[in-house]
């Protein structure tokens, strides 16, 4: 069975040389940022010494498909298929027995984040040190259903934090649920997770159901979960740390500039306050953060999670789609392409519009079919190429509803693209653009056959 802790991956990444140990004193202003941008597609980095801080910091941890796939017990070729079976088989988490370690040391005085963790403040314009990789539990207000996701968490002085959710998120839809009943929203944040449960929090899943149950999917066990101390919610028992408190949809807080997964700094207008009263944590915690921007892990942990949720629904009305990526190129969110095989006419934009519809990032969707490789951007350029027909095979639709983080969005609106480039029925034989020029499949198959002899 996978562990639960991410220090168990650490330490496996550790032994096949795949973390690199910092031991030079860093600042966690802006230095660890940009350590971890000169190193963003590389090892680990795990900073020993940051300031005047005793808990180090580990950044670039999930930052490729190949530590994932490791990070999840899986070869490299099937993890599109383990993520989408997770997420069509979930498991429910179980409260553990007995203690847990993130509860080892428990902080429950008058709290100073920025005193008891090593926070980085990444860039140049963002307004303060912002937590990236916390984990957010909370419940909803009416119906008590659990919602588990990332938001990035600025500290403003003492125990107070801000965060800066998209409307449409759960965990805002929550807060603002418990504002409108006149009460603020319990949350928990658990800092330092293993990859299941952090793949688990990016998941595109209805409203009201929970993230914790694909973790589990992931794990091919239920996950393992403790009460916390000072509110009515469960976290990971073996997180490295947690924090205890409170968001408040009305209380408006400024951010100013924050950079977004396109690589620019956006100003979304005010986020939501909020404030921590208790601090859970390992004896020995590492604090996990995951560098923001355009950079590999940020853009990848949101691209994995939802081209398994598209093709699950995709599957489910068009069998004859057999993948979907989302494309670093298209930063992990707005670019997908789809495989499918042999689509009948139609069909190819029929998955365009379904994956829009479900994904209102999406604005750039491909169809290939299946004889593509569609994490080689060759072989995807080359279908095009030899498939596809502007007059045809095109979907252009303006006026759609664009994301707040599309980076050409105006007044919230963009033009989306379909692209289908696929073969047609009937296609076959000479000059159809399907038969492929090679010598005879004998005389192939025995140079294969002894080709070291050659
Ligand atoms: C590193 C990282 C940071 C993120 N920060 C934010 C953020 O600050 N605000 C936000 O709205 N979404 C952020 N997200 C995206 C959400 O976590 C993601 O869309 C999630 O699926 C939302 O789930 P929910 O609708 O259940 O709340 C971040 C994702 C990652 C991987
Ligand atoms: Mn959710």
Known sequence: MASQALRDFLDTLEAEGGLHRVRRKVDPRFEIAAVLMERMAGAAQFFEAVSEHTMPVVGN??????????????????????????????????????????????????????????????????????????????KDPETGRRNISIARLRLDGGGKIMAGIAK?????????????????????????????????????????????????????????????????LEVPAEAEIVLEGELRADDLVPEGPVSEFHGFYVDYG????????????????????????????????????IEAVVCDALQRVIPAVRRVLVTDGGMGRLHAIISMHRPRPGEGKRAILLAMGQVNLFKLVLVVEDDIDIEDPRAVEWSLAARFRGHDDLVVLPGMKADRCDPVHEDLLVTKIGMVAATRPGDGGFGSRSEFALPPEAVMAKVRSALGEY
């Open 168 to 232: 449409n998120h759960h965990l805002n839809v929550l807060a603002e649920k418990a504002s409108a009943m006149g009460r603020s929203l319990p949350i928990a944040v658990a800092i330092g997770n293993c990859a299941q449960v952090l793949l688990g929090s990016q998941m595109y899943l209805g409203l009201g159901d929970d993230e914790y149950d694909v973790a589990g999917g992931l794990l091919g066990e239920p996950l393992r979960l403790v009460r916390c101390r000072s509110v009515d």
């Open 61 to 138: 941890v999930f930052n490729s498909r190949d530590r994932l796939a490791r990070a999840l017990g899986v070869e490299r070729a099937a993890l599109h298929s383990f993520i989408l079976d997770a997420v069509r088989r979930p498991i429910a988490p179980v409260m553990q027995e007995g203690a847990a370690p993130v509860q080892d040391v428990v902080h429950d005085g008058s709290i100073d984040l920025a005193r008891l963790l090593p926070v980085p403040t990444w860039f140049e314009r963002e307004s303060g040190p912002y937590i990236t990789a916390g984990v957010i539990v909370a």
């Open 270 to 305: 005010p986020g939501i306050g909020g404030t921590i009263g208790c601090v859970t944590h390992r004896r020995d915690p590492v604090f996990q953060s995951i560098l923001p921007a355009f950079t590999p892990e940020h853009c990848l942990l949101g691209a994995v999670a």
